[in-house]
């Protein structure tokens, strides 16, 4: 439970940063750190308009996809802490629930009849697919390398200590950031921010979400960053006590909040057709790993 108490305190703080970054690179103050959480809690009391157009998979579609997630967050571990669920292979199931959610956001988008909705769909389908083999090789080699296929298992088990460990680190931090703006829809991949239907993806998609459900998406959005946050976090932290990583913890999700603010204040989006150039080219970086753990494991032939 301690991983759940920590990744939704990290969560509720961690838009705000990203927002205040933004700002103070722009010359601006900016809204206080909290004004995401309070724009939740003002949807959370608003009703739900619904389409005539729509089904039924359009009204549980935030549902399940806000539970998707907080079933992702219960897989994750923090150092000697075990997640709520812990068993073998269980990063593939932590990859195929988050996929499960956002199969239902898809459909969800279809549903409405919006040939906008279904084009950002579409767009979203194809970026999560060309992603999940970068996040497949870089659990893959680290479970090659710990020998084991939980979560909880394989960050205990690595060392970081030799100058190939910590470039290996560096490289999965790497990974599960620009995984985490791409399954976020986060600049340079998509703009939050941006109105324009030709150019949206996932903000299109929730067009059409209202009052409550539009809070679930927005806080399901928010945990998603804080759990690949709290999975860079458990890279660095193994089994030290909790005195030292509870801090390091908020301060590496403190860092990679200020981070993904700055890349999103000095970088441009990238043109459409470059996004699936970007994506596939993390692959090559998680096949940089898995050389790296053959290496350190002496089977590199």
Do not use: C, W
Not at 69 to 76: P, S, T
Not at 206 to 223: E, K, P, V, W
Request: net charge neutral; hydrophobic share 55%.
């Amino acid at each position: 439970m301690l991983s759940v108490l920590l990744i939704v305190i990290a969560a509720i703080f961690f838009t705000g940063i990203i927002i205040r970054t933004k700002s103070l690179a722009s010359g601006r103050k900016g809204p206080a750190i909290l004004q995401p959480v309070r724009d939740v809690i003002r949807l959370f009391r608003k009703g739900v308009v619904y389409s005539e157009t729509t089904s039924f998979v359009f009204q549980i579609a935030p549902t399940i996809y806000f539970a998707s997630v907080i079933m992702a967050m219960l897989v994750v571990p923090f150092g000697q802490s075990r997640g709520v669920l812990s068993f073998n292979g269980d990063f593939i199931f932590f990859a195929y629930v988050l996929a499960l959610g956002k199969f239902f956001t898809i459909i969800a988008a279809m549903d409405t009849g919006s040939s906008f909705e279904g084009m950002g769909a579409s767009r979203e389908a194809l970026y999560s697919m060309f992603a999940e083999p970068a996040f497949f090789i870089l659990m893959g080699s680290l479970a090659l390398l710990s020998g084991h296929t939980s979560f909880h298992e394989i960050f205990a088990a690595l060392h970081i200590g030799s100058q190939i460990s910590y470039a290996l680190a560096a490289l999965a931090t790497f990974v599960l950031l620009m995984i985490s703006m791409i399954e976020s829809s986060r600049m340079p991949i998509d703009d939050p921010k941006t109105h324009l239907e030709l150019t949206m993806i996932h903000e299109v998609m929730i067009l059409d979400n209202s009052g409550f459900d539009l809070g679930l998406i927005f806080t399901a959005g928010y945990i998603k960053f804080a759990i690949y946050g709290a999975l860079i976090v458990n890279l660095f932290i193994g089994v030290i006590p909790y005195e030292y990583a509870i801090p390091s913890f908020f301060a590496i999700q403190f860092v990679m909040a200020v981070s993904i603010g700055l890349i999103e204040s000095f970088m441009a989006r990238f043109r459409m057709n470059h996004n699936p150039q970007f994506i596939v080219a993390l692959t090559s970086v998680s096949l940089l790993i898995f050389f790296g753990v053959l290496l350190i494991l002496q089977k590199f032939m």
